[in-house]
């Protein structure tokens, strides 16, 4: 097989969480509503109605389009789409075209080989989303609530290299819009979307081959597994001396593989030209200054911060910040912490080791747990001064999450304290050895894996409460021969 260089270019699409839809005051909660009840006029398309555009909407595009490094552009023109469908009712979508919102930004990536590396967006514009079709066995039903839904739709230029560029594009991306708020991102429920697509060229060249777009992909996973696929299917054709044909696939999930649906439509075909029943959208400098100033911290500059400031590994710091949640509750944590003279990488050891095993076993957000980031200090001290064995702080942990209740309070009633008390493991040690005399002959005979039997045998006598370090030290002495 020749040698080919794979050039990728995303089309993500996102609901936005607004109240209202795009253009009508009906609610834009598409998921809680029996079908169809979240509709008038408006997004039904019925004669004579008219479209009033939703200043939250075109804020959180603005917002997005900062995020992601663009200019906001003054002036933006909401434009028709032209193109027939049964869960399209004008026969047109509202959208933008050569005036969106946003254009020329970029985003980093962390490309496979850990360089840090640059993708460009080259717009971000809003539109309405479709109505839902339910392709049934004889029939297809539609579901209107959804249709009117405000929807950006967020482009890069082909800077991609391989799909696992484009799974980390499309993580960071989602990170993004849920830092901001902006939207659920959540691809299973069909609030992200994306449209990959792809070309080859030999290594080398610098001109762009002809691109197949892949559509239907409701997953990274599926992303990553379709432009694989893609590839190794243009390779194939261009070693045999085919040309690519310029097409629209489908990823099918049950195949594993690209499925043309049809040739690929150009934007001649949908007859682009002005909305002519909304106002074009004048965007003041000063109120993009303002949303400017309102943008939280991003994850890349937070991780960034992590590193930095708290002395954390990049891979540490990343695993933190991939939620906002996570990452606010690491700082509570670590400030919490501080003050108890515990530094910043015990908390993220804490939070992403028992912690996270916690949230995953329970299937849960950090919201739903009942741990105040001063509890969960407090019982990090506990166990770094040793006043608590680490296994019974991982008990404690699984009770405060149950329960709510401060960790010195479970200590005490469960008697954790942990026996460091000479006297008393020199005892237990003491009893052990004279009742396995077999044992402490084949540890003299050379046997040192016997020493952590005994440890063992130590800990289960005290319910995990000994001191590991005074055990250690007493049984070396005692089965010196
Ligand atoms: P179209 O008009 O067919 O939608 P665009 O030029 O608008 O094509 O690009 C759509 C997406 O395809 C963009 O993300 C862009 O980066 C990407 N793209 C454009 N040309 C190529 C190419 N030759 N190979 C891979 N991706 C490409
Ligand atoms: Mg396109
Ligand atoms: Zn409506």
Redesign the pocket.
């Known amino acids: 097989m020749a040698d080919y260089q794979a050039?990728?270019?995303?089309?993500v699409h996102a609901q936005l969480l607004t109240r209202s839809k795009m253009f009508c005051g009906c609610s834009a909660d598409a998921f809680g509503a029996q079908p169809n009840t979240n509709v008038c006029p408006v997004c039904l398309a019925l004669p004579g109605a008219l479209p009033v555009a939703n200043r939250r909407a075109v804020e959180q595009t603005v917002t997005v389009g900062l995020a992601l490094n663009c200019q906001i552009n003054e002036t933006a023109v909401f434009s028709r789409k032209n193109y027939f469908y049964p869960d399209l009712p004008k026969g047109y979508q509202i959208s933008m075209y050569d005036f969106p919102l946003c254009q020329h930004g970029w985003v980093e990536i962390e490309s496979p080989d850990g360089a840090q590396k640059r993708i460009r967006i080259?717009r971000v514009h809003l539109e309405e989303d479709t109505a839902k079709s339910y392709h049934m066995v004889e029939r297809t039903l539609v579901d209107f609530n959804r249709a009117g839904l405000p929807l950006i739709e967020i482009?890069?230029?082909?800077d991609l290299r391989s799909p696992e560029e484009a799974r980390q594009y499309l993580m960071g991306l989602r990170t993004v819009l849920r830092y901001l708020g902006v939207s659920s991102a959540d691809m299973e429920k069909g609030a992200m979307r994306c449209e990959a697509?792809?070309?080859l060229r030999p290594a080398g060249s610098d001109e762009?081959?002809?691109?197949v777009?892949v559509k239907n992909l409701n997953s990274f996973r599926a992303v990553k597994q379709a432009l694989a696929y893609e590839i190794e299917r243009q390779a194939e054709a261009l070693d045999a001396g085919q040309r690519v044909r310029q097409v629209t696939m489908g990823w099918s999930e049950a195949r594993g593989q690209t499925v043309e649906q049809r040739a690929?439509e150009e934007?001649e075909d949908y007859r682009y030209f002005p909305e002519p029943d909304l106002p074009r959208l004048q965007v003041a400098p000063a109120w993009v200054e303002e949303l400017r100033a309102a943008l939280p911290e991003m994850p890349d500059v937070l991780q960034k911060r992590f590193v930095a400031e708290y002395g954390l590994s990049p891979l540490e710091a990343s695993v933190l910040v991939d939620d906002r949640n996570v990452a606010d509750y690491f700082i509570r944590t670590t400030e919490a912490a501080v003050e108890r003279a515990i530094p910043p990488r015990i908390v993220a050891n804490w939070i992403t080791g028992d912690f996270f095993r916690l949230l995953k076993a329970r299937d849960g957000e950090i919201s739903d747990l009942q741990i105040t980031p001063a509890a969960l200090a407090e019982l990090i001290r506990l166990v770094e001064r040793q006043e608590i064995t680490a296994s019974s702080g991982k008990t404690v942990l699984e009770e405060m999450a149950a329960t709510g209740r401060p960790p010195g309070e479970i200590v005490r009633e469960r008697r954790l304290g942990q026996i460091s008390d000479q006297e008393v493991l020199d005892q237990i040690v003491g009893e052990l050895i004279a009742a396995h005399p077999e044992e402490v002959a084949t540890y003299r005979a050379g046997k040192e894996t016997v020493l952590q039997w005994f440890m063992g045998q130590v800990m289960r006598a005290t319910r995990g409460k000994a001191d590991p370090q005074v055990v250690l030290s007493l049984l070396e002495e005692k089965l010196k021969p």
């Open positions: 050039i990728i270019g995303m089309e080259r482009v890069t230029e082909p697509n792809v070309s762009l081959g002809t691109k777009e690929k934007s």
